[in-house]
């Protein structure tokens, strides 16, 4: 064999190595960029409801699950019913309401740490914006490494409380690692601001990440059940049915569907997050 052809062709042999490996490395990046982020390693979890009964509802035996792995669970509830009987005029702030008390209940049923009432009434006309500060400001204070809500995007949503809900915990989770916004402290940067890990939704017809809820789907349904005024038999039949429709085609029993976003996804970013 000629020397020249003994080159050509080991010159193509390392060509075609280093092809390869740009491609596994393009391959490797590629999936750090379109995989969703996960939701087992993290250490702090805050959970925003629109309503006392949302995230028993919508992500109860997600929450379950990561309390079984160690998970700090926090709920906030953005809206509750002091300002729905007239029962509680004149002392929105002195009594505990029925759906509160079944709130803290159904915490307490599935080992979650209570972060608070927002105090905004159901249906109320508050913006997003509004809202949105309120929960920054609880972001900042537990610092979790992902907030969850209802999916304001959900294509057959029709509840203003869950879209304005679910595009505040948007605006929150970015606005809270801003270190100007809303406003500076004594004319200097803010220390308290946050960088969350990333946004999930529960509710969501675009999931990108299926719960094994099998082994927690009785907690969940216990959990549900502390919400007395609400628990009627045909929503506690349907919960059960649909969470055996996500599960269809895989090996689980029950599942729940989110959509997970990272910190990295979470602006300009139009790749799909698969």
């Given at each position: 064999m000629k020397i020249k052809e003994i080159f050509r062709k080991r010159n193509n042999?390392?060509?075609?190595?280093?092809?390869?490996?740009?491609?596994?490395?393009?391959?490797?990046?590629?999936d750090l960029l379109c995989s969703p982020p996960d939701l087992s390693k993290a250490k702090k979890v805050l959970f925003v409801q629109p309503h006392p009964d949302d995230n028993q509802i919508g992500a109860g035996g997600t929450i379950a699950w990561l309390r079984s792995l160690g998970v700090e669970v926090y709920e906030l509830?953005?809206?509750?019913?002091?300002?729905?009987?007239?029962?509680?005029?004149?002392?929105?702030?002195?009594?505990?309401?029925?759906?509160?008390?079944e709130a803290l209940a159904a915490q307490q049923m599935l080992g979650m740490k209570n972060a608070g009432f927002l105090g905004f009434a159901d249906k109320n006309d508050a913006s997003e914006r509004e809202i949105s500060?309120?929960?920054?400001?609880?972001?900042?204070?537990?610092?979790?490494d992902y907030v969850l809500t209802a999916d304001p995007n959900l294509s057959n949503e029709c509840h203003s409380d869950h879209i304005k809900v679910g595009n505040a915990v948007k605006y929150a989770v970015m606005d809270a690692q801003c270190?100007?916004?809303?406003?500076?402290?004594?004319?200097?940067?803010?220390?308290?601001?946050?960088?969350?890990?990333g946004?999930?939704?529960?509710?969501?017809?675009?999931?990108?990440?299926l719960v094994d809820i099998t082994e927690f789907e009785e907690l969940k349904m216990k959990a549900i059940k502390c919400h007395v005024s609400q628990a009627e038999p045909a929503l506690l039949a349907a919960i059960m049915l649909q969470q055996t429709m996500f599960a269809e085609g895989t090996e689980f029993k029950a599942a729940e569907p989110l959509r997970l976003i990272s910190d990295l996804q979470m602006h300009c970013f139009n790749l799909p997050i698969v």
């Amino acid at each position: 064999m000629k020397i020249k052809e003994i080159f050509r062709k080991r010159n193509n042999s390392i060509k075609f190595a280093t092809a390869k490996s740009v491609l596994t490395a393009a391959t490797s990046a590629a999936d750090l960029l379109c995989s969703p982020p996960d939701l087992s390693k993290a250490k702090k979890v805050l959970f925003v409801q629109p309503h006392p009964d949302d995230n028993q509802i919508g992500a109860g035996g997600t929450i379950a699950w990561l309390r079984s792995l160690g998970v700090e669970v926090y709920e906030l509830t953005v809206t509750d019913d002091r300002f729905a009987e007239p029962e509680y005029i004149g002392k929105e702030n002195e009594v505990q309401t029925i759906r509160q008390k079944e709130a803290l209940a159904a915490q307490q049923m599935l080992g979650m740490k209570n972060a608070g009432f927002l105090g905004f009434a159901d249906k109320n006309d508050a913006s997003e914006r509004e809202i949105s500060l309120k929960i920054v400001e609880v972001i900042r204070e537990i610092k979790p490494d992902y907030v969850l809500t209802a999916d304001p995007n959900l294509s057959n949503e029709c509840h203003s409380d869950h879209i304005k809900v679910g595009n505040a915990v948007k605006y929150a989770v970015m606005d809270a690692q801003c270190n100007f916004y809303p406003e500076f402290i004594d004319g200097k940067l803010r220390e308290d601001a946050w960088k969350c890990k990333g946004v999930g939704f529960y509710y969501t017809d675009a999931p990108n990440t299926l719960v094994d809820i099998t082994e927690f789907e009785e907690l969940k349904m216990k959990a549900i059940k502390c919400h007395v005024s609400q628990a009627e038999p045909a929503l506690l039949a349907a919960i059960m049915l649909q969470q055996t429709m996500f599960a269809e085609g895989t090996e689980f029993k029950a599942a729940e569907p989110l959509r997970l976003i990272s910190d990295l996804q979470m602006h300009c970013f139009n790749l799909p997050i698969v």
